[in-house]
């Protein structure tokens, strides 16, 4: 499909037949128009792509982009998921959906399994970028002090999210001094490294990812653009990085789009790794596998648990991590094992 005719045919579904006033109908259109345009673009130029399929909302939207407007690309795309261990049935349920749907075919990869990881290295805690400095500090090295503890003229440089509170800091040292790690190792061996080496052997020259900088986070501070290239020669590219909340749900409604029993029976906002202490809604997404998948519940109370019990217990956050139902029982928990 050329620009022209891909201009033409969401002008018609998204503009003349589209939903709201005529300033959101040309938002959408022209989202789409230069996403399209940005996709010809990058496809055209690359020979070798991959498409990381994760089962989440902006994956199924990349997906039944290339698909249903670009499918002249799909001999040289492979799609991929990463297997980390810790997956939602729903997430594997709806990956062979989308197979059937699309007829394509999703390559599932593992690498080391999150469970392992991080039962050798340390439990994740506040974010990657918190818990690779916490886990310096407890080793004692310099740069690790340097950011737990900074001096006030070396703090004064920090981005508001960089400092570690005071409920933070204790609760850093509350695992210094019982020998309890911490660690963010398990972003890298169960989910990019096994990543990295498939494009790697793959020889692929562009990884297509879902990221939204309308989704915040640290996401959103790191790239400047929907393409980077680098030096590796494996550019990548996020078709859906200018995309808003607003465009991303016109595009489902108008093209008939069912996201996974996560969000559309579950309720869930996002999916991404299945129990990361990181995720600030982690309550609600662990209140929603109790109910639905409480064996997953189960493993990721064993994996991450002794995670959420220490950030609730010192505070750390505005927002819990452990569901309503579970305070109590952890609080009696914690008041038992203290006595003993």
Same mark, same amino acid.
């Given at each position: ?104 075919? +999703? ?7 999150? $469970?392992?990881?991080? !039962? %050798?290295? &340390? *439990? ?38 960089? +400092? ?7 609760? $850093?040292?509350?695992? !210094? %001094?019982? &020998? *309890? ?160």
């Amino acid at each position: 499909m050329t620009r022209a005719e891909f201009a033409a045919e969401i002008k018609e579904k998204y503009v003349t037949n589209g939903t709201g006033d005529m300033g959101h109908r040309f938002e959408v259109y022209d989202a789409l128009f230069h996403t399209g345009a940005k996709l010809i673009e990058y496809f055209g130029n690359h020979e070798r792509i991959m498409i990381s399929v994760s089962g989440g909302s902006d994956s199924d939207c990349i997906v039944h982009l290339v698909c249903t407007y670009f499918p002249e690309y799909l001999e040289k795309i492979h799609f991929v998921f990463v297997n980390t261990g810790l997956e939602y049935n729903a997430t594997k349920r709806h990956l062979s959906q989308i197979e059937v749907k699309y007829g394509i075919s +999703i390559e599932r990869i593992r690498g080391r399994s999150v $469970v392992s990881v991080v !039962k %050798e290295f &340390g *439990i994740p805690v506040l974010s990657k970028l918190k818990s690779q400095r916490a886990e310096a500090y407890l080793r004692d090295a310099p740069w690790g002090i340097r950011y737990v503890k900074p001096d006030p003229e070396f703090k004064s440089h920090f981005r508001h999210d960089a +400092i570690f509170t005071d409920n933070q800091i204790a609760m $850093v040292d509350y695992c !210094k %001094e019982n &020998g *309890i790690k911490i660690s963010a190792n398990c972003c890298n061996l169960s989910k990019k490294k096994p990543l990295k080496k498939w494009m790697k052997e793959f020889n692929c020259d562009l990884n297509v990812t879902g990221e939204r900088k309308a989704e915040g986070g640290m996401r959103s501070l790191t790239h400047e653009s929907c393409f980077e290239e680098h030096k590796d020669g494996m550019h990548k590219y996020m078709p859906l990085w200018w995309w808003s909340d607003d465009v991303k749900s016109t595009f489902k409604d108008a093209e008939g789009l069912r996201y996974s029993d996560c969000y559309e029976i579950w309720g869930m906002r996002r999916t991404g790794c299945v129990g990361c202490p990181f995720n600030l809604n982690i309550a609600d997404d662990l209140q929603a596998m109790y109910e639905y998948e409480p064996q997953l519940y189960k493993a990721c109370m064993n994996v991450f648990g002794k995670s959420y019990e220490l950030t609730d217990r010192f505070n750390c956050r505005r927002k819990k991590c452990l569901p309503e139902f579970m305070q109590m029982t952890l609080t009696g928990e914690i008041e038992r094992s203290e006595e003993d």
